[in-house]
């Protein structure tokens, strides 16, 4: 079949019924329907073309066709014109995210401020560390008790009525954007919650919402399935499904039993989904993470994780976000092998991600001292798409995932498996001469894999420093967590703190009282926010203050130099095994960054910086110094330098 001249012919009959559905609203409006005609027709062919892939041999596939046109029709007649002149501004400016002046911040709304409101009184603060970028981690209706950080959704347009109503949601989200901040929610889109209204339909055994989530009667095909699944979270339920003696159905629930896997492969499900995304979206919300990507789709005989179908149904969400919500942009949270991680970023998919890759080498390299892996892996792997960009961070809310990819390990006769569990010793503490004091996260003992726990200060040592207080620890600990964080300050893309990270937090084993935390490790490093804490952040004398004013000025000095924007990294290998390096350039500004990853000093020679061809006169934007390549470089324990060009 001609799909191109199939879709024209679609949208040519589909479009007639759609002005007179809505034509009252056309009287009033024709420059802004026209609009919506436009970026219709633009984008139309691409969505059919996806949804005939996944829903073309459904038997009333034109009608789910037309509903969904209704519905994009319906949330653009809503969405309020402040959103509409952004989404044409944003039209212009595609490349917003990649300016230097880019900086994500991310917290839960009740651990960081009690409710919204307590956030929109944070704002100062988000401005004074130069935020442009604000993830409010989830936080609409959920589960008392175990809801996995609010992950497991019963209502995406009812906000958790102990932090707040959408009434004041929608007005931090504008708040937010008048001070320059643009807000990031999470759509949760692979699972509900079982206390969604759909799942609680389901539940009292109406089949029309159990075809909305994967449900069977026996094990069967839950055990023909698991041959071939990986166990997300071991340490909560075997395997993927749950078995609900009131329904009599075994429940596919890739992460916790209360999260229930939507079924994509029914095409009610998507146009349900398509409505609660264009609902975020006109409340404000300019980013969507879209959480546990890899998971959408399932096939038997695969691990349904990262399948084709996955990529389709993300690209036809994006493509009704650029009709009828076009402002929006995707984040993609795929924590898998970073081969598929790349998968997931393009403009017609998700025009940003994490950067997992980048995170979990960062601490493989503050444990082994050893910058090559790192190094390779990026020379490798971190140029992507030039109009996307990745989130680098070295803390999230997650755990940390050993997501390397062993091929890369084993070109440089590193044993993948081997070194997981290195990691994973080193980074519990167990490993003799580790500074590092984090948590076993869903260790499993058939497989011995296990991931890690633990906060940013606790993991690079300060916490054990703090205990056994010896001041050169902590010295070191602190430099740890700058070096890592100048790292994501500079590599290119948007770095993303975890709030709490910038004035040292500590871990929290306080989660250990809680019964619906106490089974989950990574509570303990997602305590409440210590004002008293962040209180000292000026005051220099305190750890807080050390780290707060280091931390600023390098967020400064991003914003000042535009050479930390924009696309362009070339990733150096230095002599140095403890060394990891970069150029960074924009137009005529070049910035020559070197960090060195161990507690020795290290020297290079001028010559080797002279070999790289970028000139013999260089200023350390982060010291100061004037740097010439007549001399040697002299770098200190855990030192950094950020070496702009000057001739
Ligand atoms: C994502 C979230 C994680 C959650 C899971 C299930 O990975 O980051 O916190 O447990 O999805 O929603
Ligand atoms: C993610 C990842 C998994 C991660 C989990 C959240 O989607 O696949 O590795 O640990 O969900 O904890």
Redesign the pocket.
Known sequence: MDLSREAKRTLDRLQPRLRTRFADYIAGHSEDWQKFESRLSRNFEDLFRILHHLYGTHYDFFYHIEELLEVLAVYWTQRNPELKLLDADRENHPDWFQSNQMLGGVCYVDLFAGNLKGIQQKIPYFKELGLTYLHLMPLFRCPEGEN??G??ISSYREVNPAIGSMGELSELAQQLRKEGISLVL?F?F??TSNEHEWALKARAGDPEYQAYYYMFDDRTMPDAYERTLREI?PEEHPGAFTYFPDMGKWVWT???SN?WDLNYSNPVVFNRMAEEMLFLANAGVEVLRL??VAFLWKQMGTNCENLPEAHLLIQAFNSIARISAPSLIFKS?A?VHPDEVVRYIHPKECQISYNPLLMALLWNTLATRQTDLLTFSMQERFKIHPDCAWVNYVR???DIGWTFSDEDAAQLGINGFDHRRFLNDFYTGKFPGSFARGLPFQENPRTGDARISGTCASLAGLEKAIYEETEREVELALRRIILIHSVILSIGGIPLIYLGDEVATLNDYRYREDLAKVRDS?WVHRPFADWEKYNRRFDETTLEGKLYTRLRKLIELRKAISAFGGAETEILSLRSKHLFSYVRQKRNERVLAIFNFSEQPQIIDGNEIRLHGLGYHFVDLVSSQPYSTINALMLEPYQFVWLKVVS
């Open positions: 996995d950080g992950y497991a999470d949760v692979n699972h979270f890739t992460f916790h999260q959480d546990a949270e924590i999230c809310h997650d990574r």
